[in-house]
């Protein structure tokens, strides 16, 4: 006899009051909560916009763009899920209301309503039902945790809270709504105001839709009146009002919210078990977190960004996984390219232990990160460039070892006598914009003897790609006589994916994203191999100047 898996269970997270809650991250700790019970868990992202996916997005609007190793361009909260939950994300994880329409119209061209009118009822609303379950089509997962991105209350959300409606009815025992509001609390009057949670609770009502749960974000934790009193005004139970209090760090959220009861009421209305559990390894990652007594290191992070941390996230969180598991503390310098010059650069960079170059698109700031390689590789301070980050530092090579004065990528400079990053030859003739990169993850041959097998400790890897240029063969020979070593690149050896140098510390830097693919207790292999070179540095030049 064979035995069957359990029923999945459905989790609906909607946000209300004001944007910017954190349902992502929300959801994501009872995803923590749920999978540390034995749970298998998994994460997806509903977003209300019509783009296809965010990657023609700025990132002042939206943040960092996260790719998936199936080469989807997603939202950022795609990354939460994969770090919180140690599970990677596919395509189905993240759907746009464009996603949906194009489906539904597709099928329209198609003919498959033939002699129907097609509406948002029942034929917009079907297809997201279908998205619902789509993360199950490959593999069983016992809770889903479906996020709507926007506030209750929002226009273009309505075709997804009324298809969540629809689910929620049909799947009555097996799915759960919980929803994330703001408690404001008076200072001068010294009182919570539970107001706009019942204005958002009357919003969510008035589609059909009562939570089970209310999650409530607050500046202090809310007394037991107050959830009594939002408990009665919005027909929960008493112990489904969870105080969410404001915390240090993300990674707090899950022991808080465990704190807080959340997986217990989370279960018990879901009819699963749960027992005591405690979260040992998260909790451990979150000590060293919050160690003071460890060494600090400084690291400059060369971008043009920087009033925008959003638009960096993974690779800020992949240098945090390292330094707490290199039992350092970090301290990002946040240099804005834009600044920096022939006369200020030393200035700016000269107190930083290592330098980071992200990736980027577009010419604006590139001649600072230019300075920014040129600065870390001769005063042999720790340099990682990703994406972006390598084209810039191949061109402060081109330029300042080998005397190519006009180097440039042909990104940035069309005419340029010494194009030492070029299209990529597959992106000749492509006109689209969206989803036209060299996207998702691609193998990587590892060059013995190298800095990238020291830290990979493998001959072939997997990373995350998104670009559309690419160092040019055609300098290969060069570089190399220059003492540069390409010591990652694609099995066929067609493409550059990684460059070092020999005669310093650390100076790497790959074609490829690993921030991606970095965890909190599984911190990724190159950074940890660059925080631990960093490491070293820092204390071997403070021994120097005692
Ligand atoms: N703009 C560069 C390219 O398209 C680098 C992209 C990136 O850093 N992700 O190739």
Known sequence: MTSEAPKTKFIFVTGGVVSSLGKGITGASLGV??????????????????????????????????????GCETDLDLGHYERFLNENMTRANNITSGMIYQRVLNKE?????????????????????????????????DIVITEIGGT???????PFIEAIRQFQFENKDDSLH???????????????????????????????????????RSLMPLTTDIKNKIALF??????????????????????????????????????????????DEWSSFVDVLHDH???????????????????????????????????????????????????????????????????????????????????ARENKIPYLGLCLGMHIASIDIARHILGHTDAHSSEFKKDSNYPVIALLEEQNNVSNMGGTMRLGSYPCKVIKNTLLEASYQSDEIHERHRHRYEFNNAYREEFENAGVI?????????????????????????QFHPEFKSRPTNAHPLFTKYIEKVKTEALLNKSATV
């Open 152 to 158: 209750i209350g929002d226009i273009e959300s309505l």
């Open 486 to 510: 390409f010591s990652g690149v694609s099995p066929d050896e067609s493409l550059v994916e990684v460059i070092e140098l020999t005669d310093h510390p650390f100076f790497l830097a790959c």
């Open 234 to 279: 919005c027909d929960v139970s008493n112990d489904a009002v969870i105080s969410a209090v404001d915390v240090d760090s993300i990674y707090d959220v899950p022991l808080a919210l465990k704190n807080e009861g959340l997986d217990d009421v989370v279960a018990k209305k879901l009819s699963i078990t749960t027992k005591p559990q405690a979260l």
């Open 33 to 70: 909560l749920l999978q540390s019970q034995g749970y298998s868990v998994t994460i997806q992202k509903f977003d209300p916009y019509l783009n296809l996916d965010p990657g023609t997005m700025s990132p002042y609007q939206h943040g960092e763009v996260f790719v998936t190793d199936d």
């Open 178 to 216: 919980m929803h994330l509001t703001l408690v404001p609390y008076l200072t001068s009057s010294g009182e919570f105001k539970t107001k706009p949670t019942q204005h958002s609770v009357k919003e969510l009502r008035s589609v059909g839709i009562t939570p089970d749960v209310i999650v409530c």
């Open 109 to 141: 061209r198609r003919g498959d309503y033939l002699g129907n009118t097609v509406q948002i009822i029942p034929h917009v609303t079907n297809e997201i039902k279908d998205q619902i379950l789509a993360p199950l089509k490959h593999k069983h997962y």
């Open 293 to 375: 007594q460890l060494p600090v290191m400084k690291i400059a992070l060369v971008g043009k960004y920087v009033n925008y941390s959003d638009c960096y996230l993974s690779v800020v969180e992949a240098v945090r996984h390292a330094c707490i598991q290199e039992k350092v503390k970090l301290k990002i310098e946040w240099v804005d390219s834009e600044k920096l010059n022939d006369d200020n650069y030393v200035g700016y960079l000269s107190g930083a232990d290592a330098i980071l170059v992200p990736g980027g698109f577009g010419e604006r700031g590139v001649e600072g990160k230019i300075l920014a390689s040129k600065f």
